[in-house]
């Protein structure tokens, strides 16, 4: 169960790896936002955050994750820590308990793929195809068995730098956090669903997903180091600049959906997470990029009526 509930985890995480390598371009959308940014100050350095006012008698916290990193790269401070142990339940985008069931699990992999019988064949001219099939072929991955599943989730695992060690070099905020709530015996909960989700997956054309797949293997090189870029940026807390990248400041990419992506998910948040901390003080982990820039939840409590503080949190043990 522990492998099952481990790989419908890093499915659910697509998601948030998509904003990166899918919204690479957004120019467009970062133009269109400028007037309404004018005024907005951009936030300091921090990944961690203290959520009071506006009614709460103790405070919430809200800490930005990067969904996969590598275990020489991956931290977790004392005051994250101390944070973490002081809340009464932990809320992740997506709920890691939803994630755990048996039902999910075959939630998940029904809607990872694409509807009416479509394949990736009938999406890509035969030299594309193959260019895709050897692609996976060096990473393992036989076409044959992801042939039917949705391109744009594709795309990410092509970007993914799987290495000797596979995912097993990796490590997962959500699930490191999900583990030491459980052990402290406190609740979870979510923003979203799991259809909520992968519902995502449905709402761009797959002949565009397609184009996104063969654009993610043409420059599979660059996007590695762009992601290492990302580490980083992650590292150093610098949320306003991973929030430029996810709605991209490259060529390419598809832009036009960054608000799909991110910014009305951002919005759909707030009144759940008010809600949550009037009933209790919650810890909220959700993907860095999601917290900056005049559209990010920071800016959106703050405009609701909460204070929101920077915590400053070395990376140091």
Same mark, same amino acid.
């Given at each position: 169960?522990?492998?099952?509930? %481990?790989?419908?985890?890093?499915?659910?995480?697509?998601?948030?790896?998509?904003?990166?390598?899918?919204?690479?371009?957004? %120019?467009?959308?970062?133009?269109?936002?400028?007037?309404? *940014?004018?005024?907005?100050?951009?936030?300091?350095?921090?990944?961690?955050?203290?959520?009071?006012?506006?009614?709460?008698?103790?405070?919430?916290?809200?800490?930005?994750?990067?969904?996969?990193?590598?275990?020489?790269?991956?931290?977790?401070? *004392?005051?994250?820590?101390?944070?973490?142990?002081?809340?009464?339940?932990?809320?992740?985008?997506?709920?890691?308990?939803?994630?755990?069931?048996?039902?999910?699990?075959?939630?998940?992999?029904?809607? *990872?793929?694409?509807?009416?019988?479509?394949?990736?064949?009938?999406?890509?001219?035969?030299?594309?195809?193959?260019?895709?099939?050897?692609?996976?072929?060096?990473?393992?991955?036989?076409?044959?068995?992801?042939?039917?599943?949705?391109?744009?989730?594709?795309?990410?695992?092509?970007?993914?730098?799987?290495?000797?060690?596979?995912?097993?070099?990796?490590?997962?905020?959500?699930?490191?956090?999900?583990?030491?709530?459980?052990?402290?015996?406190?609740?979870?909960?979510?923003?979203?669903?799991?259809?909520?989700?992968?519902?995502?997956?449905?709402?761009?054309?797959?002949?565009?997903?397609?184009?996104?797949?063969?654009?993610?293997?043409?420059?599979?090189?660059?996007?590695?180091?762009?992601?290492?870029?990302?580490?980083?940026?992650?590292?150093?807390?610098?949320?306003?600049?991973?929030?430029?990248?996810?709605?991209?400041?490259?060529?390419?990419?598809?832009?036009?959906?960054?608000?799909?992506?991110?910014?009305? %998910?951002? %919005?759909?948040?707030?009144?759940?997470?008010?809600?949550?901390?009037?009933?209790?003080?919650?810890?909220?982990?959700?993907?860095?990029?999601?917290?900056?820039?005049?559209?990010?939840?920071?800016?959106?409590?703050?405009?609701?009526?909460?204070?929101?503080?920077?915590?400053?949190?070395?990376?140091?043990?």
């Amino acid at each position: 169960m522990k492998k099952i509930f %481990r790989s419908t985890l890093y499915l659910s995480m697509a998601l948030g790896l998509v904003q990166f390598t899918a919204c690479s371009g957004a %120019r467009s959308t970062v133009s269109a936002q400028s007037g309404q *940014a004018a005024a907005y100050v951009p936030l300091e350095k921090s990944l961690l955050w203290e959520i009071s006012g506006n009614g709460l008698t103790k405070p919430s916290y809200l800490f930005g994750t990067i969904h996969l990193i590598d275990k020489s790269e991956f931290f977790f401070p *004392a005051t994250l820590e101390e944070k973490l142990k002081a809340c009464e339940r932990a809320t992740f985008e997506i709920d890691m308990d939803e994630m755990s069931s048996m039902e999910s699990m075959f939630k998940i992999i029904g809607k *990872a793929f694409m509807k009416d019988g479509l394949t990736l064949r009938d999406l890509l001219t035969e030299a594309e195809y193959k260019v895709v099939e050897d692609h996976f072929s060096e990473k393992g991955l036989p076409l044959q068995f992801l042939d039917r599943m949705k391109p744009m989730l594709l795309a990410t695992f092509a970007s993914l730098d799987l290495g000797q060690g596979g995912l097993s070099d990796t490590k997962s905020y959500e699930m490191e956090i999900f583990a030491r709530v459980n052990e402290q015996n406190k609740p979870s909960d979510g923003l979203e669903t799991v259809d909520d989700q992968l519902s995502i997956f449905d709402s761009i054309p797959y002949q565009t997903q397609a184009k996104m797949l063969m654009e993610s293997i043409k420059s599979s090189d660059t996007e590695n180091e762009e992601y290492k870029k990302l580490i980083e940026l992650y590292k150093k807390q610098d949320i306003e600049t991973l929030v430029k990248i996810s709605v991209g400041e490259g060529d390419g990419g598809v832009g036009e959906h960054a608000d799909l992506f991110l910014y009305q %998910r951002n %919005r759909n948040w707030i009144p759940h997470m008010s809600r949550m901390m009037k009933e209790k003080p919650t810890f909220f982990a959700v993907g860095a990029g999601h917290l900056g820039g005049p559209q990010g939840v920071i800016n959106l409590l703050k405009k609701a009526g909460f204070k929101v503080s920077a915590v400053k949190m070395g990376l140091g043990a």
